[in-house]
């Protein structure tokens, strides 16, 4: 969980992250948030704020300011979480689907600052993308444009938390390479992550990739299936969206260059010509902080109608 404070230009005053489970249900977490936020504020000396941006991994009903079903959250379908956080902190809140926030924090302030026509792809425990077409961000008629996460991927029939098979977060994500790091251990084919685990009794993203840098084939081969299934999925959507932009955030962006490389190869190789030679694809240049910058951008732009 991200929580910060920003000011009137969207400049972060105080952030701080919290390890969170979604999975505990929205009272627990929205109260935890709400604590957090209010922590900040206090500390920066704020009595009380203009307004509150949300972002949750999950669909939402934007016009509703509710979240909509998903499996991985239970008990959070149809939750008003914008009118509970207006009691509580009275101001305007505004509630988005949290790759879509995202998406506006990297298009005010990270590599999109010049483009209107792009996507922003997180990779984190499942896998979403933001749309941004002329400038303006495409949620679609349900709120869920850009789950690319539940297009299906060729060659797998691991079972995902939507009740499928072969979904793209299924097979790469944090829990999907997670899953697949510590088979590896278990297979004996990679020793390293085996001491990694041994070390921090979990295996993360952060764990495959510090495997990488030590020169650990398995995870190597790891990182560059995963990075092979995005980019397949990416490549129909270059050739459907013809964006400007490519842009890659989430937890997963610490494998940095080695995934980036393997996404933009399968990308260059299978789309169009035509659609890929002015198409950059980076990784974020705000990390982190783009969802904070984002979540006060969509304040800005619902709540007050401020001009970029």
Not at 102 to 117: D, I, K, P, Y
Not at 146 to 163: P, R
Not at 199 to 218: I, P, Q
Request: hydrophobic fraction near 45%; glycine fraction near 12%.
């Amino acid at each position: 969980m991200s929580v910060a404070i920003t000011d009137g230009r969207l400049r972060i005053v105080a952030f701080e992250r919290t390890e969170c489970d979604v999975r505990q249900g929205p009272e627990p977490v929205l109260e935890l948030a709400a604590e957090r936020a209010r922590g900040l504020l206090a500390k920066a000396g704020v009595e009380q704020p203009l307004g509150v941006g949300v972002g949750v991994p999950c669909p939402v009903d934007f016009r509703r300011g509710i979240t909509v079903a998903t499996p991985v959250m239970p008990g959070w379908d149809g939750y008003p979480v914008r009118d509970l956080l207006a009691r509580w902190f009275e101001c305007p809140v505004v509630l988005d689907n949290d790759v879509n926030v995202m998406a506006l924090g990297e298009q005010h302030a990270g590599a999109a600052r010049t483009v209107e026509n792009f996507l922003f792809v997180k990779i984190g425990a499942g896998v979403g993308c933001g749309i941004v077409a002329k400038g303006e961000l495409y949620r679609g008629m349900d709120g869920c444009a850009g789950d690319i996460g539940h297009i299906q991927v060729a060659d797998s029939d691991a079972v995902c938390a939507c009740g499928n098979s072969g979904c793209l977060e299924a097979t790469f994500g944090g829990e999907a390479l997670a899953r697949d790091a510590l088979e590896a251990v278990r297979s004996g084919r990679s020793p390293m992550l085996g001491e990694l685990l041994e070390r921090d009794g979990t295996l993360s993203a952060a764990a495959v990739a510090e495997a990488v840098a030590a020169g650990d084939a398995t995870s190597l081969q790891l990182v560059r299936t995963g990075g092979r299934r995005v980019g397949e999925v990416l490549s129909g959507l270059v050739s459907f969206f013809n964006p400007s932009l490519i842009v890659l955030g989430g937890g997963l962006a610490v494998l940095g260059h080695v995934l980036l490389a393997e996404i933009r190869s399968v990308i260059y190789r299978r789309s169009l010509p035509l659609a890929t030679k002015n198409l950059p694809i980076v990784l974020s240049d705000v990390g982190e902080h783009a969802a904070v910058i984002g979540a006060a951008r969509l304040v800005s732009d619902e709540a007050y109608g401020v001009p970029r």
